[in-house]
């Protein structure tokens, strides 16, 4: 069998960083059989899992910037920002520590009635089991950190297949954490094409299936889990923030620029809708496309850089596309609207598109802004809430009443009231609905999904 190979580029340049040598089937079937047979064998003790971790943080840390490079030039995310994923990644790995300590069950009453009278009852937590997690390119590091670290807390065996295009941070990850003291087999990194990744994840003896990334491929690799194999997905949205008022209105401006374009747009909760009243539509909108217009396009290694490139030239052909649409269909181009070269776009504010284009209705995941009028705000809201994807929103307003009722109306996981679609800490439960999503990320709230409840019964 000729073993496939995997080439992983400079996400700006091209240059090849790594040859790496990809998993066929058999290789599959030998990580989940080792997976298997160490959760039969049980897990390290918690007090030896967290001087594994506290022993991680400090490696990881030890290599801030080496990581920061390596995000930057594999996944194409400005270096400042860069250094911010990694600072976020080493405290997660810290909130997972102080989540272990909440590792307990608790005692059952038995003598509500006579039929339990004479009994004890308590409850103990266990892994679940083998926990294969699927990642996404566009944060690299700190994904892994959110699917790798909550198994290694819990007691579970996991493999991890990270995105192709960026697995180089997923591979030193799995590296510090053996140097860490976890011992071989714990965590494992597959790195496998698309038919050799779907025996990994529908295998029977994967316990728990955590997936981010698209939601076509999410929702399909669900259909096919095992009977008994537990999931958490988490998809993209098409993120709406509705404009009332802000004694701010500069900082409101600058706010939403960095909240649409970080990363390019490829982040699932970036602000892609934003709804204004109508008397404040034009004026708004010319002050965040001047803006958006001295952002700095380039590679992403790059100190002066505030956009890297997209992740491939097939998404910057698309996004293209998508663009040129809405304008023949009535959209008004404010900034942007061009290619800069094969894997760059141009920072662009579309005024009032077709509710029915692409840019209105689908995840764009670019640095595209869709800007609407509206007259009455409940319009506003019934247009945020119109399509099948729900992950967080966002109202600003200087009436406090107001911005309640409306994160009340708002169909999302999260509402932000004078703040961005994109905030989030590592600690708060993340989640999509409808089709965004299926069940609940976030560190302690992964830990939870990989432990489960048994309870053990004393008759006196």
Same mark, same amino acid.
């Not at 009453?109 to 294969?132: Q, W, Y």
């Not at 505030?306 to 052909?317: A, N, Q, R, V, Y």
């Not at 996004?319 to 269909?329: L, M, Q, R």
């Given at each position: 069998?000729?073993?496939?190979?995997?080439?992983?580029?400079?996400?700006?340049?091209?240059?090849?960083?790594?040859?790496?040598?990809?998993?066929?089937?058999?290789?599959?079937?030998?990580?989940?059989?080792?997976?298997?047979?160490?959760?039969?064998?049980?897990?390290?003790?918690?007090?030896?899992?967290?001087?594994?971790?506290?022993?991680?943080?400090?490696?990881?840390?030890?290599?801030?910037?080496?990581?920061?490079?390596?995000?930057?030039?594999?996944?194409?995310?400005?270096?400042?920002?860069?250094?911010?994923?990694?600072?976020?990644?080493?405290?997660?790995?810290?909130?997972?520590?102080?989540?272990?300590?909440?590792?307990?069950?608790?005692?059952?009453?038995?003598?509500?009635?006579?039929?339990?009278?004479?009994?004890?009852?308590?409850?103990?937590?266990?892994?679940?089991?083998?926990?294969?997690?699927?990642?996404?390119?566009?944060?690299?590091?700190?994904?892994?950190?959110?699917?790798?670290?909550?198994?290694?807390?819990?007691?579970?065996?996991?493999?991890?297949?990270?995105?192709?295009?960026?697995?180089?941070?997923?591979?030193?990850?799995?590296?510090?954490?053996?140097?860490?003291?976890?011992?071989?087999?714990?965590?494992?990194?597959?790195?496998?094409?698309?038919?050799?990744?779907?025996?990994?994840?529908?295998?029977?003896?994967?316990?728990?299936?955590?997936?981010?990334?698209?939601?076509?491929?999410?929702?399909?690799?669900?259909?096919?889990?095992?009977?008994?194999?537990?999931?958490?997905?988490?998809?993209?949205?098409?993120?709406?923030?509705?404009?009332?008022?802000?004694?701010?209105?500069?900082?409101? #401006? !600058?706010?939403?620029?960095?909240?649409?374009?970080?990363? $390019?747009?490829?982040?699932? /909760? @970036?602000? *892609?809708?934003?709804?204004?009243?109508?008397?404040?539509?034009?004026?708004?909108?010319?002050?965040?496309?001047?803006?958006?217009?001295?952002?700095?396009?380039?590679?992403?290694?790059?100190?002066?850089?505030?956009?890297?490139?997209?992740?491939?030239?097939?998404?910057?052909?698309?996004?293209?596309?998508?663009?040129?649409?809405?304008?023949?269909?009535?959209?008004?181009?404010?900034?942007?609207?061009?290619?800069?070269?094969? #894997? !760059?776009?141009?920072?662009?504010?579309?005024?009032?598109? $077709?509710?029915?284009?692409? /840019? @209105?209705? *689908?995840?764009?995941?670019?640095?595209?802004?869709?800007?609407?009028?509206?007259?009455?705000?409940?319009?506003?809201?019934?247009?945020?809430?119109?399509?099948?994807?729900?992950?967080?929103?966002?109202?600003?307003?200087?009436?406090?009443?107001?911005?309640?009722?409306?994160?009340?109306?708002?169909?999302?996981?999260?509402?932000?009231?004078?703040?961005?679609?994109?905030?989030?800490?590592?600690?708060?439960?993340?989640?999509?609905?409808?089709?965004?999503?299926?069940?609940?990320?976030?560190?302690?709230?992964?830990?939870?999904?990989?432990?489960?409840?048994?309870?053990?019964?004393?008759?006196?």
């Amino acid at each position: 069998m000729t073993q496939e190979t995997l080439s992983v580029t400079q996400a700006y340049t091209g240059k090849t960083l790594a040859e790496l040598p990809m998993h066929n089937s058999i290789d599959v079937d030998a990580m989940l059989s080792t997976a298997k047979n160490l959760h039969h064998q049980g897990c390290l003790p918690i007090y030896e899992r967290i001087s594994v971790l506290q022993k991680l943080a400090e490696l990881v840390d030890n290599e801030h910037e080496a990581f920061s490079k390596l995000i930057a030039n594999e996944g194409g995310k400005p270096i400042r920002d860069a250094r911010v994923e990694v600072t976020r990644a080493v405290g997660g790995i810290h909130i997972a520590i102080r989540e272990m300590q909440d590792i307990k069950g608790e005692e059952i009453p038995m003598d509500l009635s006579a039929a339990g009278a004479g009994r004890k009852a308590f409850t103990v937590m266990e892994p679940i089991g083998v926990v294969v997690a699927v990642s996404a390119f566009n944060h690299p590091l700190n994904l892994a950190i959110h699917q790798i670290i909550p198994a290694i807390a819990t007691g579970c065996p996991v493999i991890i297949k990270p995105a192709t295009v960026t697995p180089l941070c997923c591979l030193r990850l799995a590296e510090l954490i053996i140097e860490a003291g976890l011992p071989e087999g714990w965590v494992q990194v597959a790195i496998t094409n698309r038919e050799n990744s779907e025996k990994l994840v529908t295998d029977p003896r994967v316990a728990f299936f955590s997936f981010i990334g698209s939601a076509k491929v999410g929702w399909y690799l669900k259909s096919k889990l095992a009977p008994g194999t537990r999931c958490a997905l988490e998809h993209g949205g098409v993120a709406p923030l509705i404009f009332d008022s802000s004694e701010d209105e500069d900082g409101f #401006v !600058s706010g939403l620029v960095k909240a649409s374009m970080y990363h $390019s747009g490829q982040v699932c /909760v @970036s602000v *892609q809708r934003v709804y204004v009243p109508n008397n404040k539509l034009a004026d708004l909108a010319q002050k965040i496309a001047n803006l958006a217009k001295t952002q700095i396009v380039g590679d992403a290694i790059n100190e002066d850089s505030d956009l890297g490139p997209l992740i491939s030239p097939k998404e910057t052909d698309r996004i293209e596309t998508w663009v040129n649409e809405a304008i023949d269909e009535g959209a008004e181009l404010l900034c942007g609207g061009k290619r800069i070269n094969e #894997v !760059s776009y141009e920072p662009t504010i579309l005024l009032n598109p $077709s509710k029915d284009s692409k /840019v @209105s209705t *689908q995840e764009i995941f670019a640095p595209v802004v869709c800007l609407y009028g509206y007259q009455n705000i409940d319009d506003a809201i019934q247009d945020a809430n119109s399509l099948d994807v729900s992950f967080q929103a966002a109202i600003f307003s200087s009436n406090i009443s107001l911005a309640m009722d409306v994160a009340k109306k708002l169909e999302a996981s999260a509402v932000m009231i004078n703040d961005y679609t994109t905030f989030r800490v590592d600690w708060m439960p993340f989640a999509g609905r409808k089709h965004s999503g299926y069940g609940i990320g976030g560190i302690g709230y992964s830990m939870k999904d990989m432990l489960e409840h048994k309870m053990i019964v004393i008759k006196s």
